[in-house]
């Protein structure tokens, strides 16, 4: 076990900011993570996975424990269906190429989602109407205090949007270590109607697409919508898109006509906060070396050399203006540290 001190993290987060840890480990099994949690000198700890869904804003003083558990099996099979368990450590797009190489089904639309499979449950990730988990089946996590390895099944998980127990009463209990899914071997369920996925599939001439072909073209909108953030530091979309009460919606439309939607039930509405935040007059918008990224206005990025705070408080800035405009509050949907 190797426990370095003084680490800067900006190699290990995909804003790009510069912060350093106080004391730094990097894990790759099970064994090596228990006994990292059993070092009495080092109180506070901080798992780090991918590092695209938190924004640093201070040097760290816990012990950040990067994990680097890797492995995908595939744990049973039917005619229909297979359970893939993948370790945490696993890159999440990586993983989707991977059952997508197998022929298994489910996950082709959240392709390209930046960050591992560790963070996936906490966050409950999802693109393209399609979440994390619609195919979850259990995740592995172990419990920081008393260092034994719990089960948690989809009920026990309580997914919400962009939300878990892993998010809310769990919170800085568990250290997911690994994540299981439930995917389609045959009869695969596509889920095409949502955002350009049609559009984009109707441009390449491909009217009865594969899982891989829709795959394609998610990749080709994100890719198209959204900086890489090895060139441009960035978290993905940094706000929910929020859900509002129908008379909410209802009013708000009265003065914006051409205000999107989406229904989620007979009393709710979900709005785009990428539209929301366009509509202000945000998209684009640069403040020195930060700023609103030209095509997308849900990602907020890093040109080079901004701290978190300047960040955090661009984000501030941009939530008081729709709160203002449009009586709508919109939640960050990354970490702040």
Known sequence: MNIQHNVSLKPYNTFGIDVVAKHFVTISTLEDLKAVLELKDYPEKLILGGGSNILLTKDVNALVILSRLKGISITSKTDDT????????????????????????????????????????????????IELKDHFESCEAINIETKTLTTFNKEECEFGYRNSIFKQHEKGKYIITSVTFKLTTKNHILHTNYGAITAELDAKGITNPTIQEVSNAVIAIRQSKLPDPKKIGNSGSFFKNPVVDKSVYLQVLKQFPDLPSY???????????????????????????????????????????????????????????????????????????
Request: overall charge negative.
């Open 263 to 337: 229904p989620v039930s007979e009393t709710e509405v979900k709005i785009p906060a990428g539209w929301l935040i366009e509509k202000a007059g945000f998209k684009g918008k640069r403040l020195g070396n930060y700023g609103v990224h030209q095509n997308q206005a849900l990602v907020l990025v890093n040109y080079g050399g901004a701290t978190g705070c300047e960040i955090l408080k661009l984000s501030s800035v941009i939530q008081q203006t729709i709160q203002r405009i449009f009586n709508i509050t919109i939640e960050s949907e990354v970490n702040i540290l």
């Open 82 to 129: 297979v359970l893939v368990k993948a370790n945490a450590g696993e890159n999440w797009h990586e993983f989707v190429l991977w059952t997508l190489s197998h022929d298994f089904g489910g996950l082709e639309n959240m392709s390209l989602i930046p960050g591992n499979v560790g963070t996936s449950p906490i966050q409950n990730i999802g693109a393209y109407g």
